[in-house]
């Protein structure tokens, strides 16, 4: 049966050695397609059929991973992946069935995916052009060993590449972070503190004495540095979440600092919060002046974690993550993370992803009236959040 199904694609090669190669590796993959029993070919057209439509934030490598010959099985990330379709670049540089997708990005015109095997994490960087197949001899002799290919682009220590910096972790604690996180049991304040705790545990060995910074924000807030990982837990222990939002005190006391120091470790901050700031001074006028002074670009980097479903304050961090260069700042430096792409990643993914380039690419630019729009935006969440304030 296997030398009937050789034969028929060796036929097929030959009678059609004028057609292009794209047309040559679809005629291929409708063969091999054939070839499998009914029940598979029922499965894998359902699941080629069906729409891919990617949220949070990944709709942007929709197309790319089809152009990668990757299907996935659900409509976001993490997802499964169904189908690798021949001949693709992801065909040859081995990933499989089954192989479950944790992130997607587009860098310098090439897919780089994360994803999970057997309990282990591996990193794969491919083209998103079908491949040349003129160019190869065989599929058998061209598609590589999962581990050769992983050698090549093995995921980076992302807790050694963060211990190069100072790093600084504001965290909310408004009255609102005692609201629940839905389908979970726990409070935003216990989902931080869980987060936060993991991350300043992994991360002790690489920090040694220096520690992380910790400033916790309501209406006030205080400085705690050289922090260990049992610090950093009892922060969250004996803290009790009250009052009003204003981050943009703290950011602008944190950056002035490092603006005035000698600037030998890049400064990375990140702020989790549930909300936009009812108190304190304008955040993006604070950033934009906190660029003015910068001498390089990834000097600073601001990264605001958003915690919760229903984030009151997206109109705010779309601006600040695409628009902020519009408006005078002289470097990008925000990045912004929605709650589903958190729940997908460690504190330490989401803090490395502009150093790495993976950050989805920004709007440069951008049009004067869509600008404006957003302005308007801000404006409202800013008066929603004004007269909901809640005070324990």
Same mark, same amino acid.
């Given at each position: 049966?296997?030398?009937?199904?050789?034969?028929?694609?060796?036929?097929?090669?030959?009678?059609?050695?004028?057609?292009?190669?794209?047309?040559?590796?679809?005629?291929?993959?409708?063969?091999?397609?054939?070839?499998?029993?009914?029940?598979?070919?029922?499965?894998?057209?359902?699941?080629?059929?069906?729409?891919?439509?990617?949220?949070?934030?990944?709709?942007?490598?929709?197309?790319?991973?089809?152009?990668?010959?990757?299907?996935?099985?659900?409509?976001?990330?993490?997802?499964?992946?169904?189908?690798?379709?021949?001949?693709?670049?992801?065909?040859?540089?081995?990933?499989?069935?089954?192989?479950?997708?944790?992130?997607?990005?587009?860098?310098?015109?090439?897919?780089?995916?994360?994803?999970?095997?057997?309990?282990?994490?591996?990193?794969?960087?491919?083209?998103?052009?079908?491949?040349?197949?003129?160019?190869?001899?065989?599929?058998?002799?061209?598609?590589?060993?999962?581990?050769?290919?992983?050698?090549?682009?093995?995921?980076?220590?992302?807790?050694?590449?963060?211990?190069?910096?100072?790093?600084?972790?504001?965290?909310?604690?408004?009255?609102?972070?005692?609201?629940?996180?839905?389908?979970?049991?726990?409070?935003?304040?216990?989902?931080?503190?869980?987060?936060?705790?993991?991350?300043?545990?992994?991360?002790?060995?690489?920090?040694?004495?220096?520690?992380?910074?910790?400033?916790?924000?309501?209406?006030?807030?205080?400085?705690?540095?050289?922090?260990?990982?049992?610090?950093?837990?009892?922060?969250?222990?004996?803290?009790?979440?009250?009052?009003?939002?204003?981050?943009?005190?703290?950011?602008?006391?944190?950056?002035?600092?490092?603006?005035?120091?000698?600037?030998?470790?890049?400064?990375?901050?990140?702020?989790?919060?549930?909300?936009?700031?009812?108190?304190?001074?304008?955040?993006?006028?604070?950033?934009?002046?906190?660029?003015?002074?910068?001498?390089?670009?990834?000097?600073?980097?601001?990264?605001?974690?958003?915690?919760?479903?229903?984030?009151?304050?997206?109109?705010?961090?779309?601006?600040?993550?695409?628009?902020?260069?519009?408006?005078?700042?002289?470097?990008?430096?925000?990045?912004?993370?929605?709650?589903? /792409?958190?729940?997908?990643?460690?504190?330490?993914?989401?803090?490395?992803?502009?150093?790495?380039?993976?950050?989805?690419?920004?709007?440069?630019?951008?049009?004067?009236? /869509?600008?404006?729009?957003?302005?308007?935006?801000?404006?409202?969440?800013?008066r929603s959040s004004s007269k909901s304030v809640k005070v324990n």
């Amino acid at each position: 049966m296997m030398q009937m199904r050789k034969l028929t694609q060796q036929k097929i090669i030959l009678m059609l050695s004028g057609l292009s190669c794209l047309t040559l590796t679809n005629l291929i993959q409708t063969t091999a397609e054939a070839a499998k029993p009914a029940a598979v070919r029922a499965s894998t057209t359902l699941v080629k059929n069906s729409s891919t439509k990617l949220y949070g934030r990944i709709d942007e490598v929709n197309f790319a991973l089809k152009g990668a010959g990757i299907t996935l099985d659900a409509d976001k990330l993490p997802a499964f992946v169904g189908n690798v379709r021949m001949g693709s670049p992801s065909y040859y540089a081995g990933l499989a069935d089954g192989d479950k997708i944790l992130s997607a990005n587009i860098i310098q015109n090439k897919l780089h995916v994360v994803f999970e095997r057997g309990g282990k994490r591996y990193g794969l960087s491919v083209h998103t052009s079908p491949v040349d197949l003129s160019a190869r001899h065989s599929a058998a002799e061209q598609k590589q060993p999962i581990e050769a290919a992983i050698s090549k682009n093995p995921e980076p220590d992302k807790i050694k590449v963060l211990s190069g910096s100072d790093v600084v972790i504001l965290v909310d604690i408004s009255a609102s972070m005692m609201e629940n996180v839905e389908q979970a049991p726990k409070t935003k304040w216990q989902w931080c503190a869980d987060y936060v705790s993991a991350f300043a545990i992994k991360s002790q060995p690489a920090f040694n004495k220096r520690g992380i910074t910790m400033v916790p924000f309501n209406a006030d807030y205080r400085v705690e540095r050289q922090c260990s990982s049992e610090q950093v837990a009892n922060l969250f222990r004996n803290t009790t979440p009250r009052g009003n939002t204003d981050f943009g005190s703290p950011l602008k006391q944190l950056l002035a600092e490092h603006l005035a120091s000698d600037r030998k470790r890049p400064l990375i901050i990140a702020v989790l919060t549930d909300g936009i700031p009812n108190r304190g001074p304008k955040i993006e006028q604070v950033i934009i002046d906190a660029t003015k002074a910068m001498h390089r670009e990834g000097e600073i980097q601001i990264t605001f974690l958003e915690i919760g479903e229903e984030y009151a304050g997206t109109a705010l961090l779309k601006y600040l993550d695409d628009y902020l260069v519009h408006d005078g700042a002289r470097y990008d430096v925000v990045d912004a993370i929605t709650f589903d /792409e958190l729940k997908n990643m460690n504190l330490e993914d989401a803090l490395t992803r502009v150093i790495q380039g993976e950050k989805p690419a920004g709007k440069a630019g951008g049009l004067d009236a /869509e600008i404006d729009k957003l302005k308007q935006q801000i404006d409202e969440e800013r008066r929603s959040s004004s007269k909901s304030v809640k005070v324990n």
